[in-house]
């Protein structure tokens, strides 16, 4: 194995709180009912199927595209006022050591992520230099469980999909690694999953991978 590309969300940061508050601000002013479980099912897919998801229980007039932009567009400027908020703080030391002896021993390092705001995020946290590629929602068109984010990550590090570890918490992004003939790695919620090739309870056991 040669490389790891690493989900974004739920694995080197949390920022589910801050899409949570985004989509609940958007679903109050549409009259939208909208509560945590309901978020838990956009875990992983893209900002514009998490919107249909949402949709499900609005009850009003039909919605045109261009009503459909202006509502993604709105969330994610409250998205991005919170993310303003974050600091290197919000990765823990874990994490950035973890990332540090990776390299040390010769991995490459890439992020997966379907998130537009990604380069953004890891701007505010001080660890963009620690990818040596990212691949994100700038740079794709399909979501998880498609595994082209992974495979573009794969193509930017310039190694086989055979050759890479994905470290996901979500069961699609799971889904999308094996699609892409890649080891998955479950941590958090995907630790738990069966489809997972290999299973850890903390960062750091990334470590511990091929012993």
């Known amino acids: ?9 739920g694995v080197i940061v949390f920022t589910d709180k801050f899409h949570y508050l985004a989509w609940k601000k958007m679903a109050d002013e549409m009259g939208i009912y909208f509560d945590e479980t309901i978020n838990n099912r956009l875990r992983g897919v893209s ?11 609005y009850e009003g007039p039909a919605l045109s595209q261009e009503k459909k932009a202006e509502l993604m567009e709105g969330k994610n400027n409250t998205y991005k006022e919170l993310l303003g908020g974050m600091t290197p703080d919000d990765v823990t030391d874990e994490v950035r050591n973890t990332l540090a002896e990776l390299h040390n021993r010769g991995y490459k390092l890439a ?3 379907s998130s537009k705001n990604a380069k953004f995020i890891l701007e505010k946290v001080e660890l963009l230099g620690a990818f040596d590629a990212i691949s994100d929602g700038t740079n794709i068109t399909k979501s998880k469980p498609d595994p082209e984010v992974f495979l573009k990550a794969a193509e930017f590090l310039g190694e086989k999909p055979e050759e890479c570890y994905v470290v996901e918490d979500a ?3 799971i889904d999308a690694a094996k699609s892409a003939g ?6 958090g919620d995907a630790a738990g999953y069966g489809a997972t090739d290999k299973k850890i309870k903390s960062f750091g056991e990334l470590l511990t991978l091929e012993e």
């Open 1 to 9: 194995m040669k490389a790891f590309i690493f989900d974004l969300d």
């Open 47 to 57: 900002r514009a199927e998490s919107l249909e998801i949402i949709l499900e229980r």
């Open 111 to 113: 992020l997966g992520s």
């Open 171 to 173: 069961y699609a992004g």
């Open 182 to 187: 890649m080891q998955a790695v479950g941590i």
